[in-house]
């Protein structure tokens, strides 16, 4: 045994499937048992009499017997240049970028800046439990070379790009076409693959850039067939009405992207809320992302989500949850899950618990296409793992009193908890966050 295996014993809870889709058969329950991380991977995990016997003796076990240990959580769409902006007053979409992230963002200039606060962002990521994240930087590259730099050094599983924005933006902020692509191709040939790190090509939104950046963005993918691609769609009715008038030629916001090559099973985008019945087939058949971002659509007053209609067996989307700060209000999934809840039961709508914590972990590793790698608790995967005490708060633990099943853990988990709930945080087997460093 080497010296980088560290064991984690308590009750564990992965998912193998959606429960909304196979019932009870979509998890593993165990009160006691025990996951064996061994250089970055799990390499042993089941009920803790079965797995102890196997276990070297001088492994450390960190025994949590109350809490519920899960694979880390992950988030799809959220800006690290956004740290803060988050909480800015009183703007719609249009008006809040140009008010608020769009100045924030100039400061990115600075790679000192960029350090910091990427430093900042994973701290804020890991006390939050959550693990991997698909991240905008800013349009400069030395943000994304920051970004990837920090998170290569903790070895944790990000996906990232610098934004290109070549019209609509400061000229601070803005980039071209030429260089846009330059400059994320230098990234994507010295980042993605590297350790952990992922490339996403991350046109901000079609208002942003120009045909020309948008073409050069579907060269990148066709030239990197294995890069993301990140951008937003369909949030806000003045942005969609702004879509149109720039590009008149299109059939719809959509259009716009599939015509540029952005679409496909990589391809993650913020919100769609507003979506026409025209764009659905063509984010269904490319087998694209939508990403439901309930605590931004709700501050920014952009819209509900209509998960029912994108989950029309007719015409399936593909949906992950994030948190998009800083137009999110939340760096933690859990809250994310509580808004979520709610955007539904205004639609009359529902997310079950164990539905809702399947989408945070397995669910969002598949949107991402890494299910293979993170996501569960299963040999062989990454040891990503989050450690949750559903009586974190005086709150939490009166009302746990009257819990009586794990659904009702969860979803009191899911409801009333936040960063004080996450009682722990692994990344590649390494204890980063524990709630005592506060
Ligand atoms: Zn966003």
Redesign the pocket.
């Known amino acids: 045994m080497t010296a980088s295996s560290r064991a984690v014993r308590g009750r564990l809870l992965s998912f193998r499937d959606d429960p909304a889709v196979v019932g009870a058969e979509g998890y593993d329950f165990i009160e006691d048992g025990l996951v064996l991380m061994v250089e970055g991977r799990i390499a042993d995990v089941g009920a803790a009499e079965e797995v102890m016997p196997r276990l070297d003796a001088a492994t450390p076990i960190d025994h949590y017997p109350d809490a519920l240990i899960l694979p880390g959580f992950i988030d799809i769409?959220?800006?690290y240049p956004?740290t803060q902006v988050i909480a800015s007053y009183g703007a719609q979409l249009l008006d809040w970028l140009e008010r608020y992230a769009l100045v924030e963002e100039q400061r990115f200039a600075e790679p000192e800046h960029c350090a910091q606060v990427a430093a900042f962002f994973l701290d804020e990521l890991a006390r939050n439990g959550t693990t991997t994240a698909m991240v905008?930087c800013t349009v400069h590259p030395q943000s994304a070379e920051a970004f990837f730099a920090e998170a290569h050094r903790r070895n944790a599983r990000m996906l990232a790009g610098k934004v290109l924005m070549d019209r609509n933006a400061p000229p601070d902020l803005s980039d071209t076409a030429e260089q846009g692509y330059a400059d994320s191709k230098a990234l994507i040939e010295r980042w993605h693959g590297e350790g952990r790190q992922l490339y996403a090509v991350t046109p901000r939104f079609a208002v942003t850039s120009t045909e020309a950046q948008l073409e050069a963005a579907g060269t990148l993918l066709k030239e990197f067939p294995d890069c993301y691609l990140q951008t937003?769609l369909s949030?806000n009715h003045r942005e969609i009405e702004t879509v149109r008038a720039l590009f008149p030629w299109a059939e719809s916001y959509t259009g716009v992207y599939e015509r540029f090559g952005l679409l496909g099973p990589r391809s993650v985008f913020?919100?769609c809320i507003h979506l026409e019945d025209s764009e659905r087939p063509l984010l269904s058949e490319s087998r694209s992302v939508a990403?439901f971002?309930p605590t931004?659509n709700l501050f920014i007053g952009s819209g509900l989500f209509d998960l029912a209609r994108a989950q029309d067996p007719a015409m399936p989307l593909r949906v992950g949850l994030?948190t998009?700060v800083g137009?999110?209000t939340s760096y933690s999934m859990l809250s994310t899950l509580a808004e979520a809840y709610k955007v539904l039961q205004l639609q009359h709508q529902n997310l079950p618990a164990l539905q809702g914590f399947y989408r945070i972990t397995l669910g969002n590793a598949r949107a991402l296409g890494l299910e293979d790698k993170i996501g569960r608790l299963a040999k062989g995967g990454e040891a990503d793992i989050v450690v949750l005490d559903a009586k974190a708060t005086a709150a939490m633990a009166h009302r746990y009193a009257r819990v009586e099943t794990l659904e009702e853990e969860l979803f009191l988990l899911m409801t009333l908890g936040d960063d004080r709930a996450v009682r722990a945080t692994y990344i590649a087997g390494d204890p980063v966050h524990s709630r005592q460093d506060g």
Do not use: V
């Open positions: 769409h959220i800006h956004q905008y937003h949030e913020g919100h990403a971002c931004s994030a998009d137009g999110g």
